[in-house]
């Protein structure tokens, strides 16, 4: 197995899952971590390849943040194709959407920082590989995630305050 | 010690403290209610933002995501385009300058330069992928080296500083990348770095390109002097002629050659760089490769596999193809003899038990038993009593164990109107497997 072939094995999944929780696309995740991957492959040596994967990502999810109006314009066509051919319960996806809404709500609601840094340790990051990736200290990462996870919880659980009560007011 | 932060509980539960700081903190939690209601909390918060975050990946692919919050926060670097600022406009400028630097010319010499006319000739002559080099009077490929050799963009971070990739080889690496096979584009890879055309492999049936991927490829710069677009189309100064450009494009060759075992067959995966530069290739499956665009002159090659000796072959390389071959011989690292070796614990094995001897003193009865040779533990068995009615308080009998605490090990239970105390050099919890057992035959 070379070394791009463990290189993508080892981190794709983690990766796109990542990039997918941060965006909200998987197929953008995808497009990202391909780029990452590929810029990984120019590299003569990575010393930490984990943290070097998730910062090059993180920072395309910026650089392709830049071309987000037009990609959303292309999406919404995907989207419209997606609703036209989707035979799911719409009870079911009604649900999953609203879960998934809230959450991220919750997630966009988080300082940038900490959002990351909470991605990361999700995937499995060390406190020294997020604090490479985000150039942080590592002695600061307890307290971001700490903070991350709090606000994370809360925010969350006041949007579904929120949703329950506008939802008995419809029934009302 | 102070109360635990909530940084550090977080830090701890994430297993990111030393064993010293572990072990503290731990100790520090058991002892303190108020440190330990947060730490439940804090692991309350751990798993409910992992099912939080577990929920954002039911997103089917195809959605309208939401802007990431932080575009607004991106400084926005990129300059608004001008309405001269389009690909076409730069096109027809740069054809026009042409145009008009040749006619200059032309004036000065007072006549039409042969080169001029001789390169319109090699245009219209060219094959198709030569042209895609040197017709620079062609419009679409002016336009297409413009937007693909522009400098990159001020505003993108990219932290690994990677050098820029050109609009073809982006995509067609993306087509790779995006075929089931990681090989392939390892393959891609491993072929011309300055991402010709003519060597990209063809995208395999399933690997159609996204509609995305044309999308984001980099958008012309806005900042891109035109000087140095017409240096980049045509590889010399502006306002030279064709055959100056010809002239004074650097002498390159391609060098191939087949890597082999010592035995000769093909060896694969085999890394193969020209020493000093960037150029690179893996070999095939054969254990052929090919580097193109390698400057003219005395090079070295690398050739390094794992598991086979690395080689450097001298080579020597012109206008024309160069071939450098090279067997690879195999080498058996010896590693170090392994000596695996165990000491028996003493406190290993289940624990046998002897009774040794057993005295009664009033209400208290006191038995030695042995565990193993050498090994004693005693248990005694006395009636339950207040702290009054035995005349010991409890703070005399924690500064008695303490004293022990060296050696040995006690614990304590009650059962029924009877309190023991089972006391021994062993650990707590062989101490707690030999009170089940006497216990159970007690019973």
Not at chain 1, 88 to 102: F, G, P
Not at chain 2, 206 to 223: E, G, I, L, R, W
Not at chain 2, 269 to 283: C, D, E, H, I, R
Not at chain 2, 315 to 322: A, F, G, K, L, W
Request: glycine residues 6%; contains cysteine; hydrophobic residues 40%.
């Amino acid at each position: 197995m070379n070394d791009v072939d463990r290189l993508f094995r080892t981190y794709n999944t983690a990766l796109v899952r990542y990039l997918t929780r941060r965006l909200g696309d998987r197929d953008w995740a995808e497009e990202v971590a391909q780029e990452t991957f590929l810029r990984a492959l120019r590299q003569e040596t990575l010393t930490n390849e984990r943290a070097w994967l998730f910062a090059v990502a993180t920072n395309l999810v910026r650089d392709e943040a830049r071309k987000a109006s037009r990609q959303r314009r292309q999406l919404a066509l995907l989207a419209e194709e997606e609703r036209e051919s989707s035979v799911e319960s719409q009870e079911t996806t009604l649900e999953r959407a609203q879960e998934a809404a809230l959450a991220r709500k919750a997630v966009d609601a988080l300082a940038e920082r900490d959002r990351l840094a909470l991605l990361m340790r999700e995937e499995g990051l060390d406190y020294g590989e997020i604090a490479e990736a985000l150039e942080l200290s590592p002695g600061s990462i307890g307290t971001t995630l700490s903070r991350a996870r709090r606000r994370l919880v809360e925010s969350y659980e006041t949007l579904q305050k929120e949703q329950g009560l506008r939802e008995k007011n419809a029934a009302s | 010690m102070q109360h635990l932060d909530e940084g550090t509980i977080h830090a701890w539960l994430d297993g990111a403290l030393s064993p010293e700081e572990a072990a503290k903190v731990d100790a520090h939690a058991s002892e303190c209610a108020q440190c330990a209601a947060l730490v439940a909390e804090a692991r309350g918060l751990i798993a409910a933002s992992t099912r939080i975050l577990n929920s954002l990946d039911d997103v089917p692919s195809g959605v309208i995501p939401s802007a990431p919050s932080d575009v607004a926060s991106v400084p926005q670097i990129v300059k608004q385009r001008r309405w001269y600022d389009r690909t076409d406009f730069r096109a027809a400028a740069a054809i026009l300058f042409v145009a008009g630097a040749s006619l200059v010319i032309a004036k000065t010499q007072r006549k039409p330069t042969a080169g001029f006319e001789t390169a319109i000739a090699t245009v219209g002559a060219a094959p198709p992928d030569v042209q895609a080099d040197t017709a620079v009077a062609t419009p679409p490929v002016i336009a297409d080296n413009l937007e693909a050799k522009s400098p990159p963009e001020k505003s993108e971070t990219d932290a690994a500083a990677t050098a820029p990739a050109t609009a073809r080889e982006r995509v067609a690496e993306r087509r790779a990348l995006t075929s089931p096979s990681i090989v392939g584009a390892l393959k891609v890879r491993s072929r011309d770095e300055a991402g010709r055309e003519d060597h990209f492999a063809p995208p395999s049936a399933n690997a159609a390109p996204s509609p995305m991927v044309a999308q984001t490829a980099p958008p012309p710069a806005p900042t891109a002097p035109m000087e140095k677009a017409m240096q980049s189309a045509f590889g010399a100064r502006p306002g030279a002629t064709m055959t100056d450009a010809a002239a004074n494009r650097p002498v390159q060759g391609r060098v191939t050659g087949r890597i082999t075992t010592s035995q000769g067959a093909g060896l694969s995966g085999v890394n193969v760089k020209v020493q000093g530069t960037n150029l690179a290739a893996s070999t095939d499956t054969s254990g052929r490769f090919k580097i193109d665009d390698v400057p003219a002159g005395e090079h070295r090659l690398i050739v390094r596999r794992i598991g086979y000796s690395e080689k450097t072959i001298p080579i020597s390389v012109n206008d024309s193809m160069t071939t450098a071959n090279a067997a690879l011989d195999a080498t058996s690292n010896m590693l170090a003899e392994v000596v695996v070796s165990g000491v028996a614990a003493t406190t290993a094995g289940p624990p046998t038990l002897r009774q040794l001897r057993a005295d009664t003193t009033g209400t208290t009865h006191r038995t030695v038993y042995e565990v193993r040779p050498g090994v004693e533990v005693t248990l005694v068995e006395t009636p339950v009593m207040t702290e009054m009615e035995s005349g010991i308080s409890l703070d005399q009998r924690a500064k008695r164990a303490e004293a022990k605490k060296d050696s040995t090990n006690t614990i304590t239970w009650s059962e029924g109107n009877r309190r023991y105390t089972l006391t021994g050099p062993l650990s707590t919890k062989q101490l707690d497997e030999i009170k089940t057992r006497l216990m159970r035959t007690r019973r």
